[in-house]
C-alpha cells in the first residue's frame, strides 16, 4: 500500500518565519506535487517535480520554493511566511503516467496558521 | 490557461436518491479524468477514474460518464447513504501528463 506522509499535520509560525514542509513516499514515484486547498477554491498546484533534483511551477509558486534532492522526499519552503499563506497544504505522488496509471496518492495534510 | 469548471459546488439529497456532479475541461488533450472522495479532516482518496477512450465506467453504485466532443464528464452516484457525504473533485490530466487539474469541489451532504 502506498504510503505519502508529511511532517506536520499542524504548525503554527509567526509573520516573516522561514518554514518547511517535507513529504515522503515509499512507493518510488518520479512524479511529487504540493497543493494548496482553501475553502471554494480546490486543490491548487504550487510545485512539482518528476525527478529528482528537477522542479516546474505550479500555478501559484509566489512566495514558495521546493526542494527534491532525493526521490522519495519533496519540500515545500516559505522562505517568508505571510498571513495570506495560511491554509492546508496537501503533498501528492504518482508513478509516471504512461507506465502505471496517473492516479495521485495524497498524503494527510498539514494545516499552517501564520499568525 | 488550462482549467476544469464543477457544479454545482454544493449538492444536498435525500438518502436513497441520487447524485449527479458535472465537469468541463478544456484541454482537449486531457486523457484522464480521475474523480476524487474527501471526508472531513482526511486526504483526498480516488473512487473512480475513466480515461479518453472510455465513454462510461461503473463501479457498484459509482459511474461516470465522458463525452469527449463536449469536454464534459459527470460522476452519478445512486442509492446515496449518509457515508457518501464529503467534498468530491473532479479532475483532468493536462498536456503532457505532468499535472492534474482539478476542479473546485463539490460538497455532497445526504441527509438520513
Known amino acids: 500500500d502506498v504510503k505519502v506522509t508529511q511532517s506536520s499535520r499542524y504548525l503554527v509560525k509567526r509573520t516573516g518565519e522561514k518554514v518547511f514542509l517535507e513529504c515522503v513516499q515509499d512507493m518510488d514515484h518520479e512524479n511529487m506535487f504540493w497543493y494548496r486547498q482553501d475553502p471554494g477554491l480546490g486543490l491548487r498546484l504550487i510545485y512539482f517535480?518528476?525527478?529528482?533534483?528537477?522542479?516546474e511551477k505550479g500555478d501559484i509558486p509566489e512566495g514558495y520554493s521546493v526542494s527534491r534532492e532525493k526521490k522519495e522526499r519533496f519540500s515545500l519552503i516559505l522562505e517568508s511566511a505571510s498571513t495570506n499563506q495560511t491554509s492546508m497544504y496537501l503533498c501528492a505522488s504518482r508513478p509516471k503516467f504512461w507506465l502505471a496509471g496517473a492516479r495521485e496518492y495524497f498524503g494527510p495534510g498539514t494545516r499552517l496558521t501564520v499568525l | 490557461g488550462e482549467n476544469v469548471e464543477q457544479h454545482p459546488s454544493t449538492l444536498s439529497v435525500q438518502e436513497g436518491d441520487s447524485a449527479v456532479i458535472k465537469c468541463t475541461y478544456s484541454?482537449?488533450?486531457?486523457?484522464?479524468f480521475p474523480w476524487y472522495k474527501q471526508e472531513l479532516g482526511k486526504r483526498p482518496q480516488l473512487i473512480i477514474d475513466i480515461r479518453s477512450n472510455v465513454g462510461e465506467k461503473k463501479d457498484q453504485r459509482i459511474a461516470v460518464t465522458l463525452n469527449k466532443t463536449a469536454k464534459h464528464f459527470s460522476l452519478h452516484i445512486t442509492e446515496t447513504q449518509p457515508e457518501d457525504s464529503a467534498v468530491y473533485f473532479c479532475a483532468a490530466i493536462g498536456t503532457g501528463g505532468f499535472k492534474t487539474i482539478f476542479g473546485a469541489g463539490t460538497r455532497l451532504f445526504v441527509k438520513a
Open positions: 484541454d482537449s488533450a486531457s486523457n484522464y
Open positions: 517535480s518528476y525527478d529528482v533534483k528537477m522542479k
